[in-house]
């Protein structure tokens, strides 16, 4: 079975500082890995990816994320914090042997805020 | 806008009475997906389309639960006899992709469902 775990409910930063939001996995074979960031009573926006190569992905809006597979980790990170980033974020994964089906996995999201 | 769109956007509705939701995707995506998201939980999935095939429902989805995307374009979902535990945000989301390859779900900004 799949899972991801987003340890932390919530996340404050200033405003121009980095911003790191935690996110671990458990997959039987390859993990797929997303993030989405959710605006209040909005969809899901597609962040960024990560499904082979290069451990280090690049996203929208300025964020990235670093695949660790040592530490089952895919945290997502951006270099300096703007106002405008707080909002809800979530991980997701999908384990590439799961067979046909496509099921991905969402954490319970962190909540981002950017203090002014 | 060629997003997935999703209407309505607000449905309040008695329990008891029967509910429809519609979703139409991003026009070459031939994989549909259904979720449901309650306040501090990220989306569960509920089913999944390909093309007109539906291939996949959670157990979440009991029998009171029907979902169809008869042409393999839009989807409807509905919920009959509503109960105040179906009151939720209802996501749709689609994509286009390889089979076996993390494929990114696109999110329609959701139908969020009040059972009184």
């Known amino acids: 079975a799949q899972s991801v775990a987003q340890p932390e409910d919530q996340v404050n930063v200033a405003e121009g500082n980095p911003l790191t939001v935690k996110c671990t996995y458990s997959?039987?074979?390859?993990?797929?890995l997303f993030w989405y960031v959710q605006y209040p009573n909005r969809g899901l926006q597609f962040l960024l990816k990560y499904i082979t190569g290069d451990n280090l992905v690049k996203g929208s809006y300025g964020f990235e994320a670093e695949f660790n597979k040592s530490q089952t980790s895919f945290h997502l990170k951006k270099p300096s914090a703007l106002v405008s980033d707080s909002a809800l974020y979530f991980c997701?994964?999908?384990?590439?042997?799961?067979?046909?089906?496509?099921?991905?996995?969402f954490g319970t999201g962190t909540k981002l805020q950017v203090i002014p | 806008d060629t997003g997935v769109s999703q209407d309505p956007r607000h449905k309040i509705t008695k329990r008891g009475q029967n509910v429809t939701f519609r979703c139409d995707p991003i026009s070459e995506h031939n994989r549909l997906y259904w979720y449901r998201q309650t306040l501090g939980q990220g989306p569960e999935f509920l089913t999944y389309?390909?093309?007109?095939?539906?291939?996949?429902k959670s157990r979440l989805l009991s029998d009171r639960f029907s979902a169809e995307r008869p042409k393999g374009s839009f989807s409807t979902l509905e919920i009959q006899r509503t109960e105040q535990g179906d009151s939720a945000m209802y996501l749709c989301?689609?994509?286009?992709?390889?089979?076996?390859?993390?494929?990114?779900?696109?999110f329609g900004p959701g139908t969020r469902l009040t059972v009184l």
């Open positions: 997701a994964v999908r384990d590439s042997v799961s067979g046909g089906y496509q099921k991905v996995t």
């Open positions: 389309f390909q093309n007109e095939a539906q291939l996949e």
């Open positions: 997959v039987s074979g390859n993990p797929y």
């Open positions: 989301a689609s994509s286009q992709g390889l089979a076996g390859v993390g494929d990114t779900q696109y």
